[in-house]
Structure formats: C-alpha cells, structure tokens
C-alpha cells in the first residue's frame, strides 16, 4: 500500500498537422524579403533625417530612429529565428 498515489503513465502528446507546419514554415520564409526591405527603407529613412533635422521635431527625429532600431532588431532576430540560433 502506497500513501502517495502517482499518476499512470497516460502522456498526452500532441500532433501538428503537417500541411499546417508547411504552410506557416513557407509563411515565415517570405517574410524574408519584406523584412530585409523594410530593414533598408529604415536605414534610407535614418540617412534622410540626419541630413534634414533641424531640431524643431524632437518627437519625429525620436520616432524615425526608434522605428529604425526596432526593425533593424526585427531582421536580427528573424534570421536568427531562421537559421536556428534561437527560438522563433
């Protein structure tokens, strides 16, 4: 007789459907382009804002290379992601 009873050996494991697998795997490879495309808008973006700032629209320079950074982190972790470094 056992004081402590311990569950059976009933393991729930579960499935993906595969054709679900493939179309999200075939979905995150065309980001491929989108995001390296944005990546380079973002770097066009930041080029133009050096040359243009004046000073007079702190919020609109801080939005520029704020969004420039995250998307730049986007693309980092996105092929990270891809190559399998880390966990998408």
Known sequence: M????????ELTIERYDDDGNLRHAEHFRCLHTRI??????????????????????????????????????LKRHYHAAYKGEIEP
């Not at 056992?2 to 050996?9: A, D, K, L, M, Q």
């Not at 495309?37 to 320079?61: H, T, V």
């Open 36 to 73: 390296d495309d944005c990546a380079s808008m973002s770097l066009f973006a930041i080029a133009e804002m050096e040359k243009r700032d004046d000073g007079k629209n702190p919020q609109l320079a801080f939005a520029v290379y704020h969004l420039a950074e995250m998307v730049l982190d």
């Open 2 to 9: 056992s004081v402590i009873e311990f569950p059976g050996p």
